[in-house]
């Protein structure tokens, strides 16, 4: 393979580096383009496009793969801490003892939100969407904080890190309570990351809380497999923020933002409505099925396709294992798994989605774990953007660390009209 690619425009052909990452995949690297050509490329929803390089996550959508820091995704969900896996994609390297305790204090030290913070949450009506609180608590947290402002503060950014990965868990739990009419619950410093959040959503003063320590199990793993998947809307979104050097609150409350919409984040949410509204109509999958096939419907079968992926995305078939395992813990089983494997038996059969290749994604199993787990559904996304934010973070640093980054600013094919004089109110026709 050559190092170099042509490009000829007009009359005018011009040599391309060709750059190879780690695993063999190829990039044209165009960043002289313009300069030496006045044109630029198009590429809608940035579907070709790398716009950085980075050593955190490799991703093989044909093949399912999925690796932090080189290492799978079935291993790390099998044997590793959420907190470990934070520590491996913003630091590079699984922690060594030392390194684990160190960054398990620091997240223990600052796990609780300043007393003027909780006073926020009665700001809001009782119908709001905790994810419009998280990014708000999130934005609002660098107030608190003015040393983490500069992001020439290298200090500071251990301990920016670790306040927000301890206190987004205390924000959610909170965003919870409020909305439930309860007390907050103070974080516990003697319970791991996960039986913390546990606690804090569950926990009441009036009573004992029974720590289900499967579900801490299975939280850890579902966190662990949303902690990272490279360059999506979200994390792009961060680096894109960040790329202005705007601080590490500001940064990681755009991604929150960005990680709510439904064909991102907020597909957890749709599928689990999207099951209901099956169930609530006769539970009848093949109708269903045939409606996200014709295109003039509008719906789509939420938790399916991706744009990475064209084989089963890897954290599905482990979180299906997980749901499975967690819903024969119920009292009763949950209708709503059983309508999940036949709607994903009818379309894995169904020539539409095999041509396509859309395959059952994060979030198509993920909603009923968290259903089991007594999470309300609009709290879904939350914990999405509880288990992304060490990729988010791991980013930003990436990209922060990096001497030769620059502001993102990318440029249009302008189609508007060409120069035309302005014409006086009373003139205009
Ligand atoms: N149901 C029915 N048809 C679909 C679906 C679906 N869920 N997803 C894609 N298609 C069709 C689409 O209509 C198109 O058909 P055609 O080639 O005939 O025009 C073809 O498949 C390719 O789809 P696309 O929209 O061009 O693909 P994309 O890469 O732009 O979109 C996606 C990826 C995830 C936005 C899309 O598959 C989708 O809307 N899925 C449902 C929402 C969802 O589950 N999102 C969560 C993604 S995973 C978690 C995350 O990353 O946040």
Redesign the pocket.
């Known amino acids: 393979m050559s190092d170099r690619a042509q490009l000829k425009i007009g009359d005018k052909t011009i040599d391309l580096p060709v750059l190879v990452g780690s695993e063999g995949e190829l990039g044209i690297d165009i960043s002289k383009l313009r300069a030496e050509t006045g044109a630029v490329t198009l590429d809608p ?1 940035f579907v070709n496009t790398a716009s950085t390089r980075s050593a955190i996550t490799f991703l093989d959508g044909e093949k399912g793969i999925l690796r932090y820091r080189g290492i799978p995704i079935e291993q790390l969900a099998e044997n590793a801490t959420f907190v470990e896996v934070a520590y491996l994609l913003i630091y590079g390297h699984l922690p060594k003892q030392t390194e684990l305790s160190a960054f398990s204090e620091l997240l223990t030290r600052h796990s609780m939100l300043h007393e003027d913070m909780k006073r926020f949450f009665d700001g809001y009506p009782g119908t709001s969407h905790p994810m419009a609180i998280l990014s708000a608590m999130v934005a609002s947290l660098s107030s608190f904080y003015p040393a983490a402002l500069s992001v020439k503060n290298k200090q500071e950014i251990d301990i920016t890190i670790g306040r927000l990965i301890s206190k987004l868990r205390t924000i959610a739990c909170y965003s919870y309570k409020k909305s439930m009419g309860q007390p907050f619950v103070y974080p516990k410093n003697s319970l791991s990351y996960c039986a913390n959040f546990l606690n804090m959503m569950f926990s009441i003063p009036a009573e004992t809380y029974e720590m289900d320590e499967d579900l801490v199990k299975v939280l850890n793993q579902l966190l662990i497999l949303h902690a990272d ?1 490279e360059q ?2 979200s994390t792009s979104t961060v680096r894109m923020v960040g790329s202005s050097q705007a601080n590490l609150f500001a940064s990681v409350a755009a991604g929150i933002l960005a ?1 709510w919409g ?4 907020g ?1 957890n949410e ?2 689990l409505e999207m099951l209901q509204g099956i169930s609530d109509d006769g539970g009848d999958v093949k109708k269903y099925v045939e409606l ?2 014709k ?1 003039d419907s509008g719906f ?8 990475v992926y064209k084989n089963y ?1 890897p954290r599905a078939k482990i979180i299906k294992r997980a749901a499975d395992k967690v819903t024969k813990k119920m009292k009763e089983p949950d209708p709503l798994l059983e309508i999940a494997y036949r709607l994903e038996e009818a379309a894995l059969t169904d020539s ?1 989605f095999v041509d ?1 290749k ?1 395959y059952p ?4 199993y993920s909603g009923i774990i968290y259903r089991a787990m007594g999470i309300p559904t609009n709290m879904f996304t939350v914990m ?1 953007a509880i288990g992304r934010l060490p990729g988010w973070i791991a980013h930003w640093k990436e990209m922060v660390d990096d001497p030769t980054t620059k502001i993102m600013r990318p440029r249009q094919i302008y189609t508007g009209p060409t120069e035309q004089p302005f014409v006086p109110l009373a003139k205009r026709g």
């Open positions: 929803a998947h999506n809307c990680l439904p064909l991102h984040g597909a749709e599928v996200a096939k295109k789509r079968l939420m938790g399916f396709g991706h744009r995305d539409y396509r859309l994604n994060v979030d198509f999405f």
